[in-house]
């Protein structure tokens, strides 16, 4: 179901940064706003970035997020080991009768 | 805000279900609500959203049909519901409160409802 790409896995070690991105295409990320999710294991997702760059109160600005034509990227700076968990983009697909799509997720692994 | 859902059930292939899910906090009648399904080891698949205050629903392409979301407003309660399940339908699925408006995004979520289908 997903139309956007996001790659497995990401990893480093506490105190560097990670990059995850997000590939879309011109009837989603293109049109509409981009969001982040971060899934902890064992828990419910959690909003981390709303409207491409915006941060829910309570969300560390270690987090970031940017979008640039069709593809959005989430940084991670500062990693710590309670990161450590799936991430997911999410954004409204126009294509078929409107439907709010998510990423195929990115596993951050803190070595 | 708070969503508080059902919880985990069992059932065999062919049995109905219906779980719940029941907001506070805010003014469920006025804000889109809508579930989100996360089988064993997968991602994220939206099934759609509800209007409460008047019904409107909304599916996902890939859900049409095969699912029906309700709200009572009343009591503040949104429903996913099944006539026949089958053993795929097994997963973990999450009611998030969307904005006021259609186009707004997921911002809080419920705990998740463990549905397991097996003979």
């Known amino acids: 179901q997903s139309v956007l790409t996001q790659p497995p896995s990401a990893s480093g070690t506490p105190g560097q940064s990670v990059t995850i991105s997000c590939s879309g295409s011109t009837s989603n990320i293109g049109i509409n706003y981009v969001y982040w999710y971060q899934q902890l294991p064992g828990t419910a997702p959690k909003l981390l970035i709303y409207k491409n760059n915006q941060r829910p109160s309570g969300v560390p600005d270690r987090f970031s997020g940017s979008k640039s034509g069709t593809s959005a990227s989430l940084a991670i700076s500062g990693l710590r080991s309670e990161d450590e968990g799936d991430y997911y983009c999410a954004a409204w697909d126009d294509s078929v009768s409107g439907r709010f799509i998510f990423g195929t997720a990115t596993k951050v692994t803190v070595l | 805000v708070q969503l508080v859902q059902s919880g985990a059930e069992v059932k065999k292939p062919g049995e109905s279900l219906k779980i719940s899910c029941q907001g506070s906090?805010?003014?469920?009648?006025?804000?889109?609500i809508g579930w989100v399904r996360q089988m064993p080891g997968k991602g994220l698949e939206w099934m759609g959203i509800i209007y409460p205050g008047n019904s409107d629903t909304k599916y996902s392409p890939s859900f049409q049909g095969q699912v029906t979301i309700s709200a009572d407003k009343s009591i503040s309660t949104a429903y996913l519901q099944w006539s026949s399940l089958k053993a795929s339908d097994t997963a973990i699925y999450y009611c998030?409160?969307?904005?006021?408006?259609?186009?707004?995004?997921?911002?809080?979520w419920g705990q998740g409802t463990l549905v397991t289908v097996s003979s």
């Open positions: 906090g805010y003014s469920f009648p006025s804000h889109w």
């Open positions: 998030a409160r969307h904005g006021p408006a259609y186009g707004d995004y997921p911002n809080y």
